[in-house]
């Protein structure tokens, strides 16, 4: 299976929108699903400020909002999200 790059922006503007928390809370998602084929990665600001922070998914072009990390269903293809207990 190939490896799935989410690149989320660390530029103040989306940290405002709380990127920080989308990354870390994408990271233990994956973690507890054991889906090894999905990267993280925090990159520098990708000039496209404003309304949520900025994602990239694998090699699209296109860059996505997110405001909140269940958005992020889509992007490591989970249909039925689980709820994992601390």
């Known amino acids: 299976m190939r490896e799935k790059n989410v690149k989320i922006c660390k ?3 989306c940290k ?6 989308i990354a870390r809370e994408l990271r233990e998602m994956g973690e507890a699903l054991n889906l090894d084929d999905v990267r993280i990665c925090r990159v520098p600001c990708m000039n496209a400020c404003g309304g949520g922070a900025s994602v990239r998914v694998g090699s699209r072009s296109s860059i ?3 405001r909140e990390v269940d958005e992020a269903y889509m992007v ?3 249909k039925d999200p689980v709820i994992v207990a601390c």
């Open 64 to 66: 996505v909002k997110f």
């Open 76 to 78: 490591l293809d989970i």
């Open 16 to 21: 405002a929108w709380s990127s920080d928390r």
């Open 11 to 13: 530029g103040p503007g």
